[in-house]
């Protein structure tokens, strides 16, 4: 097993010690939030729909995209995948080669997506110029398109194959055409619980360097946090702290995407004795408190319709979300974990299910620009 190294000569912007010992009072706060079940949830849940409106009105969003796994050949060994090509993989190993790539992107563009989301495993054969590459191929064929690419794992990765520190690699992949990145390989912000589910993988400090140091080239991603395993209420309100602070420093977060854990196929579940994934009421909590504690500083908050499904999608509408994320056309991680719901969703399902809600189906970018009202 290779192990990772991180050489990202950053400057620490937020130390995690500063966070944690200055936000005592927030985390209880946000903690008590995430407790909250029966007429209380319900309250919470009401609270957070007006704090929606207040902010976005009735508009839910989707973004037409198309994904691209480009390797799972990888040399971490987080215990909550399944897309690693390993022993208890459901997907063979896969590399795509330059052409398969070229011919996935041709066909995103046929399709006429605004964005391509690119990730993969941390492929022990890849070079840096590999990656470069992905962007180099994207851009000879689309200009325009926007490249929403590479977890900040994978970034840490670039760093230490290369040898060059996190800003450098952010600036190349930039120059290359790179336009944001995906906040992936957050899972729980606490490192006791990562020492367990993902123990090769960036610390928590890494991550934070690593985001802001994206953030303060100008370069927007997303804020994720993966829960319903090992982590306990207490780990989760420090998560979303964490996240809420890097947001003061750079407003750099295009929105906030809770990420239950799909249990069925990992190791996490089968031998380290996860909880089977989240509950309903734990998915309405967390979509609601998050709603509430952002409030303005994060303005979006995304279903993930791949992990809970278009029909628990459309109500987490009423607890605060104002975003279904993308169409995808192909998807591998969280089929592979198990999920059940599909890898492409069409703009016709997406309005159909936002009109149904009573709410305005509207086409954006990838940094929440309407590109298209269905009103
Ligand atoms: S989650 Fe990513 S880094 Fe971890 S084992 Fe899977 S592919 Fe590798």
């Given amino acids: 097993m290779i192990k990772i190294k991180l050489t990202p000569k950053v400057d620490t912007f937020l130390?995690?010690?500063?966070?944690?010992?200055?936000?005592?009072?927030?985390?209880?706060?946000?903690?008590s939030l995430l407790k909250k079940r029966g007429k209380n949830l319900f309250n919470l849940i009401k609270e957070?729909?007006?704090?929606?409106?207040?902010?976005?009105?009735?508009?839910?969003?989707?973004?037409?995209?198309?994904?691209?796994?480009?390797?799972?050949?990888?040399?971490?060994?987080?215990?909550?995948?399944?897309f690693k090509n390993s022993n208890n993989s459901l997907i063979k190993g896969y590399r795509m080669d330059t052409d398969k790539f070229k011919e996935s992107v041709e066909d995103a563009i046929k399709k006429g997506v605004s964005e391509i989301c690119i990730q993969g495993g941390l492929d022990p054969t890849f070079t840096y110029e590999n990656y470069?590459?992905?962007?180099?191929?994207?851009?000879?064929?689309?200009?325009?398109?926007?490249?929403?690419?590479?977890?900040?794992?994978?970034i840490a990765y670039m760093s230490h194959i290369s040898e060059e520190n996190v800003e450098d690699v952010f600036r190349e992949l930039k120059s290359k055409g790179l336009n944001s990145f995906p906040g992936t390989a957050a899972e729980i912000l606490n490192d006791e619980v990562r020492k367990v589910i993902c123990p090769e993988k960036i610390t928590t400090q890494e991550w934070i360097d690593i985001v802001i140091t994206g953030h303060n080239l100008g370069i927007h991603s997303s804020s994720t946090m993966m829960y319903g395993h090992i982590e306990s209420l207490l780990d989760e309100a420090k998560h979303l702290v964490i996240l809420k602070k890097i947001q003061e420093e750079t407003g750099m977060f295009t929105e906030f995407v809770p990420l239950p854990f799909i249990h069925h196929y990992t190791l996490l579940y089968n031998k380290y004795g996860a909880q089977p994934g989240s509950t309903g009421l734990h998915d309405l909590t967390?979509?609601?408190?998050?709603?509430?504690?952002?409030?303005?500083?994060i303005?979006?908050?995304?279903?993930?319709?791949?992990?809970?499904?278009?029909?628990?999608?459309?109500?987490?509408?009423?607890?605060?979300?104002?975003?279904?994320?993308?169409?995808?056309?192909?998807?591998?991680?969280?089929?592979?974990?198990?999920?059940?719901?599909?890898?492409?969703?069409?703009?016709?399902?997406?309005?159909?299910?936002?009109?149904?809600?009573?709410?305005?189906?509207?086409?954006?970018?990838?940094?929440?620009?309407?590109?298209?009202?269905?009103?």
């Fill in 286 to 297: 967390i979509f609601s408190s998050a709603r509430v504690y952002f409030d303005s500083s």
């Fill in 15 to 31: 130390t995690l010690e500063e966070i944690i010992s200055k936000s005592s009072a927030e985390i209880e706060y946000v903690y």
């Fill in 299 to 375: 303005p979006n908050i995304q279903v993930s319709w791949p992990k809970l499904g278009l029909k628990f999608a459309q109500f987490s509408l009423y607890a605060g979300v104002n975003d279904l994320g993308g169409t995808l056309f192909h998807e591998n991680i969280s089929k592979s974990a198990g999920a059940r719901y599909g890898e492409f969703t069409s703009v016709d399902d997406f309005v159909r299910i936002i009109a149904d809600a009573g709410r305005i189906p509207v086409q954006r970018n990838t940094i929440y620009k309407e590109i298209l009202s269905y009103e």
């Fill in 132 to 154: 470069l590459e992905l962007i180099k191929i994207i851009r000879r064929i689309s200009p325009t398109v926007h490249i929403h690419a590479f977890s900040p794992s994978e």
């Fill in 48 to 82: 957070a729909d007006e704090i929606r409106f207040k902010l976005v009105g009735d508009k839910v969003s989707f973004v037409v995209n198309y994904n691209i796994n480009f390797t799972n050949y990888c040399v971490g060994s987080c215990k909550f995948c399944s």
